[in-house]
């Protein structure tokens, strides 16, 4: 049975004036969601440009480091022999043996690579299209020449910077995974 004057619908309704009330809460709600994913680009874009510098100050440190390290050697390899064969050196056989282990252990190329990515990882950041699969690449390739110094220097002192860095990147690749 019907209950009359219990339920009560309204036939004539003003669509147009409908309309702009929901067109109106949309607007609002897209310029709010715009807002809100503009904060939270450029709150990302900070957090990797920090890691980014992290990892820039590790490498310089690693540079200067590197660079001390054949000298250390040297100096080491020296004691040692004098110690063993009590003061009969052969320079050339020294000299011989710095320059196997300076061959094996030289990562200037890969300090230049990482630098070299690391400016452009920079200069692609700046770009306003889309970026995110670029940066996911540049960042493999910093991975690779991270991990290539660390497996080539024979230093604890790289290697600590190293975990450093690794950790930092870890941190990119993280929020990389948030850009489109």
């Known amino acids: 049975a019907k ?3 219990v339920i009560s619908t309204e036939t004539d309704r003003d669509g147009e004036k409908f309309w702009k009330h929901i067109k109106k809460q949309i607007e ?11 904060i939270e680009g450029k709150e990302t874009e900070k957090h990797i440009l920090d890691c ?18 054949m000298k250390v050697f040297e100096e080491k390899l020296r004691n040692k022999i004098n110690e ?9 056989r020294i000299l011989h043996e710095v320059g196997i282990v300076a061959s094996k252990t030289d990562i200037d190329e890969e300090i230049e690579r990482l630098s070299s ?3 452009q990882f920079r200069k692609t950041c700046k770009r306003k299209e889309a970026i995110g699969r670029q940066l996911e690449f540049i960042s493999q390739e910093m991975n690779r020449e991270i991990n290539t110094i660390g497996s080539k220097a024979n230093s604890i002192k790289i290697s600590e910077l190293i975990i450093e860095m690794k950790t930092e990147l870890e941190k990119i690749k993280e929020q990389l995974r948030n850009i489109e």
């Open 52 to 69: 980014l510098s992290k990892i820039e100050d590790n490498l310089d440190k690693i540079r200067k480091n590197s660079k001390d390290y």
């Open 117 to 119: 990515h690391l400016k």
């Open 28 to 38: 609002k709600a897209l310029k709010d969601f715009h807002s809100s994913k503009e």
């Open 84 to 92: 063993l064969l009590e003061g009969e050196i052969d320079e050339n």
């Open 3 to 5: 209950a009359e004057g």
